[in-house]
């Protein structure tokens, strides 16, 4: 598809976008091994013709009007959409780019998975931050994902793949990683000789990583919407200890299509997808009340919105935040002070708190900004016995320009928590028999298959 007024085309950018569009079809193809099935159809947009990068549009902005222009033209046709180019800038922290604006604002209705490259000069200079995320993979509504260098276990950080920190709000950045391509081991495409060819790069790493997040749809259908498949994304990325949240977000996103939307006999996992109701908290409990617990067990939880933004105020970009409370025990109570009255609801502990989302980068956060990330996610391992009925209480604030907002209204959102317990074999048994009249097991419909 070819916007209007587009110039003529050029080689390389054909190739290069050839090679995107089949990394999202079909993964990365390999010597002698049949491609992977496309799991949908695919509309391959150009967008770049012989004056892109020149002194007539240095910046891209041609580029940008029709990406916008596009899909302007087309509201709520796309689930899924890629971006795997942009201005060779990095992110600064007081200023919002065209770029960045215009697509977090496209993309604010949560009703689309966007994934966009995070940038190939991750090797530049760290001490000045050339190697940062380049627009617009810092948008709070995109998921901008970066290169790991192998599909192996033992995999890294590609040296060429951006890192984060983005901006406070929106400071976990790129969100994840997926495979990119390395010198070792090369990202195989289509080439438009129609022959294999081998490449590597961020650009390749976003499409993968939406293939990931169409298999998801294509095996439960429509009964996950858009920021829940987001919200799964990043809640079943995987990570080491030895790699830094700037370097891999939230880690390397799964590219098994089972692993995505099953769970192990000792796992359950809940999806809550909705609207965060105006002035009140929403309750999301941990299905296990009615199941009995045994030695240390994992809890891991991550919730997403998609909120308007403000450009014209990069320290409180986004509208929409989060605060949540965590009770993981029904009978414990703070203990009043003397002539209070006792507490209503059970004692809160931290849980998304800024040291645990962030580290050493807590420091980068502005005051009282941690509550404005539209993206939360945390894991840690708990005993038993310190659960009891737990649950998340979820509050939405909103403001615009920095204000306080009259007349605020819900706001869509995904919040999935599981918790692994390896004492309890048959986990996921329980929970389904406990809860058979409260939870809707999400079974997958369709059997992709996975090329080894």
């Known amino acids: 598809m070819e916007p209007a007024g587009l110039g003529a085309s050029v080689g390389a950018f054909e190739e290069h976008g050839l090679g995107v569009t089949t990394a999202f079809l079909f993964g990365p193809l390999a010597s002698g091994q049949a491609p992977a099935p496309p799991l949908c159809a695919v509309d391959h947009v150009r967008v770049l013709d012989d004056k892109t990068g020149t002194a007539t549009d240095p910046d891209y902005f041609d580029v940008l009007d029709r990406i916008v222009g596009h899909l302007d033209k087309n509201p709520g046709l796309y689930s899924y959409v890629n971006i795997s180019l942009g201005p060779s800038l990095a992110v600064d922290d007081d200023e919002v780019t065209l770029w960045t604006a215009a697509l977090d604002k496209r993309f604010a209705h949560g009703k689309c998975v966007a994934t966009v490259a995070a940038g190939n000069d991750g090797a530049l200079d760290e001490a000045t931050g050339l190697n940062r995320i380049q627009p617009p993979a810092d948008g709070v509504n995109v998921l901008s994902v970066g290169a790991a260098d192998r599909r192996g276990n033992d995999w890294g950080r590609a040296g060429y793949s951006c890192v984060g920190p983005g901006r406070s709000p929106g400071i976990v950045k790129p969100d994840g990683v997926a495979f990119g391509g390395s010198d070792d081991e090369p990202f195989g495409i289509l080439t438009p000789q129609l022959r294999g060819g081998h490449t590597h790069g961020t650009s390749f790493a976003a499409p993968f990583a939406l293939r990931s997040a169409a298999s998801i749809g294509a095996q439960l259908g429509t009964r996950l919407g858009p920021l829940a498949i987001r919200a799964l994304l990043i809640h ?124 050493q980068s807590e420091t980068a956060l502005r005051e009282d900004g941690h509550k404005w990330e539209p993206c939360l996610h945390h894991e840690e391992r708990l005993r038993s016995s310190s659960l009891a009925d737990p649950c998340f209480d979820i509050y939405y604030h909103h403001r615009e320009s920095g204000m306080k907002v009259v007349d605020p209204q819900p706001i869509p959102y995904a919040f999935v928590v599981s918790l692994k317990a390896p004492k309890v074999k048959d986990l996921y048994n329980r929970v389904v028999r406990a809860y058979a009249q409260q939870l809707v097991p999400l079974r997958p419909q369709t059997r992709i298959q996975v090329r080894t």
Do not use: M
Request: glycine share 8%; with cysteine.
């Open 236 to 359: 079943r990325a995987h990570t080491e200890e030895h790699h830094e949240l700037k370097h891999v977000g939230w880690g390397r996103f799964e590219a098994d299509p089972l692993q995505l939307v099953t769970c192990d006999d000792d796992e359950t996992l809940v999806v809550f997808q909705g609207e965060l109701p105006v002035g009140e908290h929403l309750r999301a409990p941990v299905p296990i009340s009615n199941v009995t617990l045994e030695g240390d067990v994992h809890l891991a939880a991550s919730l997403v919105i998609a909120p308007e933004v403000d450009p014209e105020h990069p320290g409180t970009y986004t509208r929409s935040g989060l605060e949540v409370a965590f009770r993981p025990h029904s009978a414990k109570f703070t203990k009043p002070k003397e002539g209070a009255k006792p507490a209503k609801h059970a004692k809160t502990r931290s849980f998304f708190s800024p040291a645990n989302l962030y580290g």
